[in-house]
């Protein structure tokens, strides 16, 4: 089945800095989906992209969809101690159908 | 105003029993779906569920079954509960004519 890899699995980074992660898939999908999950809570939606090299911006996150539709990247600027939590990449083929998760990025805000 | 919600928050039980958990959507979502989060945090899809069609992840035991009463509503039961059983089980809906998907709090299941 489809594959997600996540990278970098976890970072640690001051506040105040950008922050880049992305994830890579072994097939295409149609739709990204980046989700942020806190601590004892579920994950939430941040940006959804729906086409090949659509760039969309959420506030600090922006999210790209990869041309080759294989590949995703989110970036957040000047990081703040609330975007501590669990960054999620997740691809799905069409409407309706499962989504496929990467394994997760967990971000670290040293104020 | 709560979205998706689930019930119970925690769940703390033996292994062999038979436990639910419920999920209701406030939406007006036609999709539901259940998840399992292990302790690495690892998401992995078990049902996809709407009033025409379940889909099942063919890695789900068949002790796991999904029951929906009705649109706004999909449980999970579970029998024969086991260790590996432990983990964090979210609720989501969607509309099926989008891709975005929203969670409910989670679960927490311990098996002892």
């Known amino acids: 089945g489809q594959q997600l890899n996540q990278s970098p699995q976890s970072m640690f980074i001051q506040e105040g800095e950008d922050v880049s992660m992305n994830c890579t898939s072994s097939?295409?999908?149609?739709?990204w989906l980046w989700y942020k999950q806190d601590p004892g809570e579920g994950p939430v939606l941040l940006i959804a992209?729906?086409?090949?090299?659509e760039l969309t911006s959420n506030g600090r996150l922006t999210a790209q969809f990869g041309i080759t539709r294989k590949d995703s990247f989110l970036n957040i600027s000047a990081s703040i101690p609330s975007d501590v939590g669990i960054y999620f990449c997740?691809?799905?083929?069409?409407?309706?159908?499962?989504?496929?998760f990467g394994g997760g990025t967990r971000l670290m805000v040293k104020p | 105003d709560t979205a998706v919600s689930q019930t119970p928050k925690y769940l703390v039980t033996q292994m062999g029993n038979d436990k639910s958990i419920k999920c209701e959507q406030n939406?007006?979502?036609?999709?539901m779906y259940w998840y399992k989060q292990d302790s690495k945090k690892f998401l992995k899809i078990m049902f996809s569920?709407?009033?025409?069609?379940?889909?099942i992840n063919e890695t789900v035991p068949n002790r796991f079954s999904p029951k929906s009463p009705d649109k706004a509503h999909l449980n999970l039961h579970i029998n024969s509960l086991e260790l590996g059983d432990s983990a964090v089980y979210f609720c989501?809906?969607?509309?099926?004519?989008?891709?975005?998907?929203?969670f409910g709090p989670g679960t927490r299941l311990t098996v002892t």
């Open positions: 989501a809906s969607s509309q099926p004519i989008t891709y975005e998907q929203y």
């Open positions: 097939s295409i999908f149609n739709t």
């Open positions: 992209l729906y086409k090949a090299g």
């Open positions: 997740a691809g799905q083929l069409n409407a309706g159908n499962m989504l496929t």
């Open positions: 939406l007006g979502h036609d999709t």
């Open positions: 569920y709407n009033n025409k069609e379940l889909i």
